[in-house]
């Protein structure tokens, strides 16, 4: 068995294995095996299960944050700026299965002894949209709120996929589901971007006598 192996190849195999069984269900000894080595070679090249874990969740978040830097620097004003960033998180987590996949765990209560990845990783992303969209999100409606409901939508969407009117479940491989489901992302924002309008106050009603 050889024990050469470059530290890229030990996160990446992570990644799959991570996406795959979570980090509870993954130990170390099943990563050396994916790559043909011993556990010691990866500890050597890698560090300990803990370490590999967090540097494949830093790699997840920078690839999520190029990806809004750029949706949000591109990204024009008003609703149609937010369209974009939501068309700009959805195509990223359709072509990037694994970054779901390792956040998905941690929502089932994987990994609870790493519970500060959460503020490393995932508030600054929620502060940087926000910065940008927040002036177009109505004082009723919470922008944090507004995007973890735009999280939830799509990450619920590639985990389950939508029930088809008439018979199965239409999955994010299938192109027209994705689009129909961008569709409705589009109309969902746009409500929750249309400030309450306070119900109509009526005329008091006059007292007659008799």
Known sequence: MSNVIEHQRVIDSATRLFGELGYDGTPLRLIAEALGVSPSAVVEVAGDKRTIYVEVMRQAYEAERQML???????????AAVHEIVDAYLDFHVANPQNRALWAHRWVDDATDLSELEDRYARPLFRLVAQKIRHVVPP???????LGTLVWCVHGFLGSGLLDRSRG????????????FR????????????????????????????
């Open 69 to 79: 830097d750029e949706a949000v620097s591109r990204a024009g004003t008003g609703r």
């Open 140 to 146: 009723d409606v919470d922008t944090y709120y507004l």
């Open 169 to 180: 479940i239409r999955r994010a491989d299938d192109r027209a589901a994705v689009e129909f």
């Open 183 to 210: 569709h409705h992302l589009h109309v969902l924002m746009d409500r929750l971007l249309v400030p309450r309008v306070p119900p109509p106050v009526g005329r008091p009603r006059q007292l007659t006598n008799g």
